[in-house]
């Protein structure tokens, strides 16, 4: 808490350093601890869901906000919208090393990149649901960047 609050209030980012490496932490002490008290095939299905947590909460996060923001999208559209936006963006969430800022500008630019994808697997009504959609996506990322700790109003 102390260090997302310091991230919070100044844009420290040993702080969110500490918050990765304390979450490792944590979560190799939970490894132990379970390695100690399952079966082989229980760990290696707890190692799975583990590898698998953040495709799983990707896709939830966006099927929420396709139902909620998804206008006129059908039912497959969402699915393809959704699928290709956790592909697109799933590489970058397991990138670490990237500041708030750098990582929201660097999603936002792949959400747009998102588009080009989807052009040419959705029709064009479906399409424009669509590109409705990730554009509020990517003002939302954009609003939310100017409130980061060092964001400038030249930025």
């Given amino acids: 808490f102390k260090d997302s609050m310091a991230f919070l ?5 040993s702080a969110m350093d500490n918050m990765a490496q304390n979450e490792e932490q944590r979560k190799a002490a939970l490894r132990e601890v379970l390695a100690q008290n399952l079966t082989p095939e229980q760990l290696a299905a707890y190692d799975t869901y583990e590898e698998e947590l953040p495709r799983r909460m990707l896709e939830q996060s966006f099927d929420m906000q396709l139902s909620m923001m998804g206008g006129s999208m059908d039912e497959e559209t969402r699915a393809i919208v959704r699928d290709t936006l956790v592909e697109t963006l799933l590489p970058l969430q397991e990138d670490t090393t990237l500041k ?3 990582s929201m500008a660097q999603t936002a630019e792949a959400m ?5 994808r989807l052009e040419g697997l959705l029709p064009p009504d479906q399409y424009e649901s669509a590109a409705r959609f990730i554009q509020q996506q990517v003002g ?3 609003g939310f960047e100017e409130m980061l700790p060092g964001a400038s109003a030249a930025e």
């Avoid at 209030?9 to 980012?13: P, V, W």
């Avoid at 747009?112 to 080009?116: G, N, R, S």
């Fill in 112 to 116: 747009e990149q998102t588009l080009d």
């Fill in 140 to 142: 939302m990322m954009q």
């Fill in 100 to 102: 708030p800022s750098d």
């Fill in 9 to 13: 209030k100044d844009g420290d980012m």
